[in-house]
């Protein structure tokens, strides 16, 4: 029951069909493109701010709450924006939807781990997180494919209602999710007790440590990249309609990644650092090929980083001691979040003057450098 309350509140999570039309939504309403750049950054900031002291929070007081209030307060933000359309209720929803990815963020990894250790299964985390990963992905593949015909049939409101009763039934899932704290967990630790013990643990241990930085490095970059693989796409000159099915393939590599997890996470240190530079070196050449058969390439590559996501994140889990499981989580969380906006950064300072694909293997070789943290700790 577990693993099915995690599955189907990953699926939900991301089965939202405001993804694919909200841009349109602020279009339609007048917003610019740069106050719809701004809107993103407040998004970005607000999650950063809040990252941490969720996490805190998730552990002085209660994971599952957060886990359900987390998803009622994205739900919130996106009735607003139907509701109520204008830049600074734009502002407020991204506010709110900051705030509720920032309650689920480590709370979510967190209950899985303890209870899954409760139950004597922590061995199998690191399969039902792969599976959570992927269900997450068929969420938003799902809301996309639906999308169109819901917009065509009854408009923003048609959207906005379906997003806003995903968001319900996610808050209602995790409900159903157990929650069984040991002795000196929450209810016993005040917020600021916990808020320094993990945060003490991050910097103090140096496995903790070298585990949170393979989360945020490993995380950051291949997501930040994904989000310009449309552009890559229509570089190789691919009709503009052949695109999607580019980013379809990008998607399947993704999923599969997250479906091998659990065979692969006896993988050792060595094997892990491989998998790392092998799939920075597939990213490059499939990036610099320039013809759209190197999406097969890329599509093992994301594969491949999609599945040492999910093992840097199982590495974390079985470092953490103590109550402060979640705020160390978050602390990761909060990592990745300003790797990626290094990484948005750095794509866009270096395709000002380069191509995507030259660009695509430039800020793949990073994970070579990367690959070396897990061999630190042997």
């Given at each position: 029951m577990?693993?099915?309350?995690?599955y189907v509140y990953a699926f939900l999570s991301e089965f939202i069909l405001i993804y694919p039309v909200y841009a349109l939504l602020f279009t339609d309403t007048g917003i610019s493109v740069a106050e719809v750049s701004s809107l993103f950054v407040i998004w970005s900031v607000t999650g950063m701010v809040l990252e941490v002291p969720s996490g805190a929070w998730a552990d002085a007081v209660s994971r599952r709450l957060l886990l359900v209030l987390?998803?009622?307060?994205?739900?919130?933000?996106?009735?607003?924006?139907?509701?109520?359309?204008?830049y600074w209720v734009f502002a407020a929803g991204f506010v709110l939807w900051g705030a509720g990815e920032s309650l689920v963020s480590g709370a979510y990894e967190a209950l899985a781990y303890e209870e899954m250790e409760r139950r004597g299964q922590s061995g199998?985390?690191?399969?039902?997180?792969?599976?959570?990963?992927?269900?997450?992905?068929?969420?938003?593949?799902?809301?996309?494919?639906?999308a169109s015909p819901v917009f065509a049939a009854g408009g923003y409101p048609a959207v906005g209602v379906a997003s806003v009763l995903a968001c319900v039934l996610c808050a209602a899932t995790a409900l159903t999710l157990p929650e069984h704290r040991a002795r000196g967990g929450a209810g016993q630790w005040s917020y600021l007790a916990t808020l320094r013990e993990g945060i003490g643990l991050a910097r103090a241990d140096r496995g903790v440590l070298r585990a949170v930085l393979l989360v945020a490095f490993v995380t950051a970059i291949w997501g930040a990249l994904e989000e310009y693989v449309p552009?890559?796409?229509?570089?190789?000159?691919v009709a503009r309609a052949t695109i999607p099915l580019l980013i379809l393939l990008v998607w399947v590599g993704a999923t599969a990644g997250g479906l091998l997890a659990g065979p692969a996470e006896r993988l050792r240190s060595r094997g892990y650092a491989a998998l790392l530079g092998l799939a920075a070196l597939a990213m490059a050449v499939g990036a610099l090929s320039g013809h759209p058969a190197g999406f097969v390439a890329i599509a093992l590559a994301v594969g491949a980083f999609q599945l040492a996501q999910v093992l840097a994140d199982v590495r974390l889990q079985e470092r953490i001691t103590g109550p402060a499981r979640a705020t160390v989580t978050s602390v990761a969380g909060l990592g990745t979040n300003v790797v990626t906006l290094g990484a948005y950064t750095a794509y866009g300072t270096a395709s000002a003057s380069l191509p995507h694909g030259v660009t695509f293997a430039l800020l793949a070789l990073p994970y070579l450098v990367i690959a070396l943290i897990p061999l630190a700790a042997r």
């Open positions: 577990l693993a099915v309350s995690l987390g998803p009622l307060l994205s739900g919130a933000g996106f009735a607003l924006w139907v509701l109520f359309p204008s199998g985390y690191a399969r039902v997180m792969g599976r959570a990963t992927a269900l997450g992905l068929a969420g938003s593949a799902a809301a996309i494919g639906l552009f890559l796409g229509a570089e190789t000159g």
